[in-house]
């Protein structure tokens, strides 16, 4: 019986487990063996045992102490109340909220290996296209069948999307929320911080499920900032092809980011900005965004 093995080599045994010892084991076998051709060949009080080992329950569930026994009555018609499964499916429910907590944590850290970094497909012979096996879904256990069950992870997590008082979420929406956010365009990487405050507020950003919506004239200006930022370093690269510039292609979006940047904090009454920037990017930040004269750039 490897359950009554496994119980029996602990060195400090639960009361109720006291008779799972060495010198008993053989005789455990025994009626296990018994109770598997016919449970009804060894006494309710094994049965009950046997039944919850089977079951999956834990050291010290696993025997029920049976009733005094009445004056007059054998211990054969002794009545042993059976032995309610709660604590297993207890224990079932417990396991599975952990495996979804290892998932939400695997995506949190690893999740940046799955994104699509590359939209266009131009390197794609040069990234590992291979799922990371604690990313897949599969390997916790789940299956389409247990997609919408839900789990509240509100006391296992400080932040996020799953925090406390979101309450019960479906399994699919919990895996679809983790891609969107950690396997989807953007790669985040921040599981490595020490700080716990840092981390949550990391989390807090990322998870929390709120796109910022631009109006139609906001759309268009960032584009103009963008091509602007992209025909400034197309005419250097022309004007000055043999020149170390310090260019900033395949960063253009800097100069849109920064020119929003900028507007929110104004907008939120800071009167100066200090830039301090290493070479790369500077003149294109002077002409864009500092909106310095072209004649002063170039004189």
Same mark, same amino acid.
């Given at each position: 019986?490897?359950?009554?093995? @496994?119980?029996?080599?602990?060195?400090?045994?639960?009361?109720?487990?006291?008779?799972?010892? !060495?010198?008993?084991?053989?005789? #455990?076998?025994?009626?296990?063996?018994?109770?598997?051709?016919?449970?009804?060949?060894?006494?309710?009080?094994? =049965?009950? /045992?046997?039944?919850?080992?089977?079951? !999956?329950?834990?050291?010290?569930?696993?025997?029920?102490?049976?009733?005094?026994?009445?004056?007059?009555?054998?211990?054969?018609?002794?009545?042993?109340?059976?032995?309610?499964?709660?604590?297993?499916?207890?224990?079932?429910?417990?396991?599975?909220?952990?495996? /979804?907590?290892?998932? /939400?944590?695997?995506?949190?850290?690893?999740?940046?290996? #799955?994104? %699509?970094?590359?939209?266009?497909?131009?390197?794609?012979?040069?990234?590992?296209?291979?799922?990371?096996?604690?990313?897949?879904?599969?390997?916790?256990?789940? &299956?389409?069948?247990?997609?919408?069950?839900?789990?509240?992870?509100?006391?296992? #997590?400080?932040?996020?999307?799953?925090? =406390?008082?979101? !309450?019960?979420?479906?399994?699919?929406?919990?895996?679809?929320?983790?891609?969107?956010?950690?396997?989807?365009?953007?790669?985040?990487?921040?599981?490595?911080?020490? %700080?716990?405050?840092?981390?949550?507020?990391?989390?807090?950003?990322?998870? &929390?499920?709120?796109?910022?919506?631009?109006?139609?004239?906001?759309?268009?200006?960032?584009?103009?900032?963008?091509?602007?930022?992209?025909?400034?370093?197309?005419?250097?690269?022309?004007?000055?092809?043999?020149?170390? @510039?310090?260019?900033?292609?395949?960063?253009?979006?800097?100069?849109?980011?920064?020119?929003?940047?900028?507007?929110?904090? #104004?907008?939120?009454?800071?009167?100066?900005?200090?830039?301090?920037?290493?070479?790369?990017? @500077?003149?294109?930040?002077?002409?864009?965004?500092?909106?310095?004269?072209?004649?002063?750039?170039?004189?």
């Amino acid at each position: 019986l490897p359950s009554a093995r @496994r119980l029996s080599s602990k060195p400090a045994p639960h009361p109720f487990d006291s008779f799972l010892s !060495g010198n008993s084991s053989v005789y #455990v076998e025994d009626m296990y063996a018994a109770w598997k051709q016919a449970p009804e060949s060894v006494h309710k009080s094994w =049965q009950s /045992v046997f039944s919850s080992m089977e079951a !999956g329950a834990l050291p010290g569930q696993t025997f029920v102490p049976p009733p005094s026994i009445r004056a007059g009555a054998s211990l054969t018609s002794a009545a042993v109340p059976e032995r309610s499964l709660a604590p297993a499916a207890a224990t079932s429910s417990a396991v599975e909220h952990m495996k /979804v907590m290892q998932l /939400v944590q695997a995506y949190q850290t690893r999740g940046h290996n #799955v994104c %699509d970094l590359d939209p266009l497909g131009m390197y794609e012979a040069d990234l590992d296209g291979t799922t990371p096996p604690d990313l897949e879904v599969a390997n916790y256990g789940f &299956t389409e069948a247990d997609m919408d069950k839900e789990y509240d992870l509100g006391h296992l #997590v400080g932040s996020g999307f799953l925090a =406390q008082g979101r !309450g019960p979420v479906k399994l699919r929406d919990i895996i679809t929320r983790l891609r969107e956010v950690y396997a989807s365009k953007v790669g985040v990487e921040y599981m490595h911080i020490w %700080d716990y405050e840092q981390t949550n507020w990391i989390r807090d950003k990322i998870e &929390t499920p709120h796109q910022v919506a631009f109006t139609e004239e906001e759309r268009r200006l960032i584009m103009r900032n963008l091509a602007r930022s992209d025909h400034f370093e197309s005419f250097l690269a022309g004007k000055f092809s043999l020149a170390k @510039r310090f260019g900033l292609e395949g960063c253009e979006v800097l100069i849109p980011g920064m020119e929003e940047l900028i507007n929110e904090a #104004v907008s939120r009454g800071v009167e100066n900005v200090v830039l301090g920037m290493a070479h790369r990017g @500077r003149l294109n930040v002077l002409a864009n965004v500092c909106r310095k004269p072209m004649e002063q750039i170039f004189a």
